[in-house]
């Protein structure tokens, strides 16, 4: 019999669409939040505060850190340091905190850009912003950005894997989330973990427009789903604080008109729909925050309160489900201040030596941060980019950059927490 | 060891790359059997390690996987010659059509102009791999074979991982092929709008 080119058709139809319906029937239902997002030890311990730089190296600038906890109970840092934000020297550097002694150890370098290109097999220009998280199996995923043409709007997120807490990392391999040449995806906010194993990565977009998106990935690193939280030019840098399985909210950097405040948006089906966003209580100056929502339900945030500036850091918290926020500690304040070179100089080095008293020679770190925030007779102070999270024995701990020059680490107890929370049940934001 | 979708994702910028030097002139004119040789030669250079990435590596940086739909039009011009893939200009046209037309729907949702997203449903929606079903059966039944073959590819090599893209929809159109199509209907309306004004 003569088989037309009108059957053959027809069979590779039956057989590709064949496969397609089974392997779409295979792709995981929507599933909670995982609740709560561990198990935290009992006690509550003294009610204490302590600082440290994380990272050490001199007159580099460095950006954007993020933490997770070892299995062992250690903590592990990641951050991009090289000569600018943005530079081919660039690299992804990691360093532990011993818990115990509450020491950082060296830092060293995981990933650059020529690794990065290598492993993917594509031309890479500058990378940064690394963000991790732990599978189901206890393996440590790794993502950051990659750009291989313009700025950070060109990004695309790249993710490593680590099986011994972070000694050793797997070659790079890249994310495909956006359709328009895979540009514009940036990484910035805590991963979470979904009831069925699979990771939620918040995420956001910076090409024609701003906005935040929250991927599902599934345990062996594919995408199953990917959802808009914004749209147009409003809210980025997504960071989730999940109240129970089905209840969450989502908090994001303010991108689009004044006032300037954090954006909002919420779940009560775990994510099957969020609703509209909208402008809270907090000011925000278009920076990043960070977050953690307590088993208690009581919800933590580190932010830049003002609309114009990161020259402020706070802490502020919520009794209320993030309907209203009191301010509970002041990080970092150093608002009004347009020092010269001079006297910044002096002031860099106090805060230097106020952070961790241990540090020998101060004017090393305000001399590099002279460096990445003076220009001309005008300086400004910076701290920003926090990320925050809650170790198993109940400390928190949280890191932001310290004038574009170095990691800073402030660690917490829950009791001190307790405590401030306490004190400044009627506080009011500034 | 490259992973199998960086070969799949490295060959589709090759084949980018050795469809542009087929279409310059000199090269054009070759005689089949030197053209064959000569594509052939290239396609195998522009894969070998050139600095620290093949010459495929530096344009897929900037490009990402081409669709499917954009490799059987590649593939179509570099087998033009040897007669094995014929392509009609009307069955070229209907697709050319469909692309911008669902191109000029889909990239302003996909990149952000309100909360839908019609991105996502590339993540195995039963009710896109339904619809395509529908638009390959109707387009094999009324002969529009090219529209047919793109969709059923594209939907074959998603449901296999062909590339490293898990969206069902990096497979059907990109941005490339999708500013083609638009550029083809814009130049086909101005020339009848031409054509018309100068009777």
Known sequence: MKITRHRLMLALISLAFGVAFYKASVIPEPAAFQWPAMELEQGNGAAQISSRFVSSSQNISTHAASLI?????????????????????????????????????????????????????????????????????????????TVSVGGWAGSSITFMTSDDDGETWSPARRLVTSPFINISTLVKGTPFKYADGSLGLPVYHEF??????????????????????????????????????????????????????????????????????????????????????????????????????????????????????????????????????????????????????????????????????????????????????????????????????????????????????????????? | MPNLTDLTGLASSASAIITALAMIPAVAQLPNKHLSATLSAAFVLVLLPFGELPLAGYLRGVTGDLSITTMVLLWHVLLKTSKLFVIDVQQRNELMMTVAGVALIFYPFALGISLEDPYRTGYGNPLLIVTLLVVALVATFRKSTLIALCTTLAVLAWSIGWYESTNLWDYLIDPFISIYAIWIFIAAKLKSRFSVSKQ
């Open chain 1, 69 to 145: 906890e070892l299995s062992d109970g250690r903590i592990r840092a990641f951050w991009f340091a090289g000569s600018r934000e943005g530079a081919e020297d660039v690299e992804i550097r990691t360093a532990v905190l011993d818990p115990a002694s509450n020491k950082w150890g060296n830092e060293t370098a995981i990933a650059d850009r020529h690794s990065t290109q290598q492993s993917l097999l594509r031309f890479v220009k500058k990378i940064g912003n690394p963000v991790p998280a732990r599978l189901g199996d206890g393996t440590l995923q790794l993502f950051y950005v």
């Open chain 1, 208 to 430: 024609l427009g701003k906005f935040s998106e929250l991927l599902r990935i599934a345990p062996g690193g594919d995408i199953i789903d990917k959802q808009r939280l914004s749209d147009g030019k409003l809210g980025i840098q997504p960071v989730i604080l999940i109240k129970n399985p089905e209840q969450a909210m989502i908090l994001m950097r303010h991108v689009g008109p004044a006032p300037k405040r954090v954006i909002a948006a919420t779940t009560v089906n775990a994510g099957k729909r969020w609703n509209d966003p909208e402008k809270t209580e907090l000011a925000n100056p278009d920076a990043a925050i960070t977050g953690v929502a307590r088993t208690d339900g009581r919800l933590l945030v580190a932010l830049n309160d003002t609309e114009s500036n990161r020259e402020v850091l706070s802490l502020v918290a919520s009794n209320d489900g993030g309907a209203s926020w009191q301010k509970v500690y002041t990080l970092e304040d150093q608002r009004s201040q347009t020092p010269s070179p001079a006297s910044y100089i002096i002031t860099a080095a106090l805060l230097a030596r106020e952070t961790d008293n241990s540090i020998l020679n101060p004017a090393l770190f305000a001399n590099t941060a002279l460096d990445n925030q003076c220009s001309g007779e005008h300086c400004r102070f910076e701290f920003s980019y926090p990320y925050m999270i809650q170790a198993h024995n109940g400390e928190f701990h949280l890191v932001y950059t310290w004038n574009r020059s170095f990691i800073k680490h402030v660690r917490f107890t829950r009791a001190w927490l307790d405590q401030r929370m306490k004190a400044n049940q009627h506080a009011q934001l500034d």
